[in-house]
């Protein structure tokens, strides 16, 4: 009896808890700092933008470079905003809880560009946010080029 149990107990252990759909509310509030993220970069207010990060917020942008730390992030971004003009949008396609104060919105994010020297880019991106006193932030983001002939 003992063993049949520990045994249990351990493979209970290993099985992967499978994501939820959030509520309706958590959902919008999701999509509600996703839209404010792109809102604030598209209008370079650091300030903005670092209100939506967690201080330990981290970064995997689309060509390798990790960035890690609030003030990392932001000063990049704003860098990558300066070097590559264009209009950002992020169509989050879904959100999933992968805990009750833990979200993954996963969608497409384009930069359409504003100049003869830049060109569009297509990418996908997932942000990962976390639920804390203060509401919904930013603790992860991980832009990537689609593989060749990926949809």
Same mark, same amino acid.
């Given at each position: ?11 209970? =252990?290993? &099985?992967?808890?499978?994501? +939820?759909?959030?509520?309706? !509310? $958590?959902?919008? *509030? #999701?999509? =509600?700092? &996703?839209?404010?993220?792109? +809102?604030?970069?598209?209008? !370079? $207010?650091?300030? *903005? #933008?670092? =209100? ?100």
């Amino acid at each position: 009896m003992i063993r049949s149990t520990i045994a249990f107990l351990l493979i209970a =252990a290993c &099985v992967p808890v499978l994501a +939820e759909p959030p509520s309706e !509310r $958590d959902d919008a *509030a #999701v999509r =509600a700092v &996703v839209r404010a993220y792109v +809102e604030a970069r598209e209008a !370079r $207010d650091a300030k *903005a #933008v670092e =209100a939506l990060l967690t201080a330990d917020a981290d970064q995997l942008v689309s060509d390798g470079t990790w960035r890690r730390g609030r003030d990392v992030l932001v000063k990049g971004m704003l860098e990558s905003s300066r070097k590559n003009s264009g209009k950002r949008t992020i169509a989050v396609e879904t959100v999933r809880l992968i805990a009750p104060d833990v979200a993954i919105a996963d969608g497409r994010y384009t930069l359409a560009a504003a100049g003869p020297d830049s060109k569009d880019r297509a990418m996908w991106t997932a942000i990962i946010v976390v639920r804390g006193t203060d509401g919904w932030r930013i603790a992860g983001i991980r832009n990537m080029l689609p593989a060749p002939g990926a949809k």
